[in-house]
């Protein structure tokens, strides 16, 4: 059973950090491209970040370049979001997806908040 599950999301003032951690189970984690979404009230889903496999290049929203940044950790199947000098307009439920690089088949996390708020 293929699972994403993601953790790490909180409430933090402007200017702080976060790491988002996105666990995956069930599927072979490297032939998978893996992205971050967000979503935030009332507005559409939005991309984030993405990591190319097996290469591991890397792209970001010019909303989050050089702020965010996206790794994985083959060896615990699992995806990272470090998050450094938050917003308010961060704010928003963030997503983990993974996309099999071979047929375009995809699986979503169940999401976890970020709030940046003083």
């Known amino acids: 059973q293929v699972q994403l599950v993601e953790s790490g999301g909180g409430l933090v003032q402007p200017g702080g950090s976060l790491r988002l951690s996105c666990a995956a189970s069930g599927f072979t984690f490297n032939l998978y491209h893996m992205r971050w979404y967000r979503q935030a009230p009332g507005k559409e889903r939005e991309l984030v970040a993405t990591?190319?496999?097996?290469?591991?290049?890397?792209n970001y929203a010019d909303s989050v370049k050089d702020r965010f940044t996206i790794s994985t950790d083959n060896a615990k199947d699992t995806v990272y979001l470090q998050m450094n000098t938050l917003k308010p307009e961060d704010t928003a439920v963030y997503y983990c997806n993974a996309v099999q690089r071979l047929t375009g088949r995809g699986y979503w996390g169940q999401g976890t908040q970020v709030t940046v708020s003083s």
């Open positions: 990591l190319i496999s097996p290469y591991g290049s890397t």
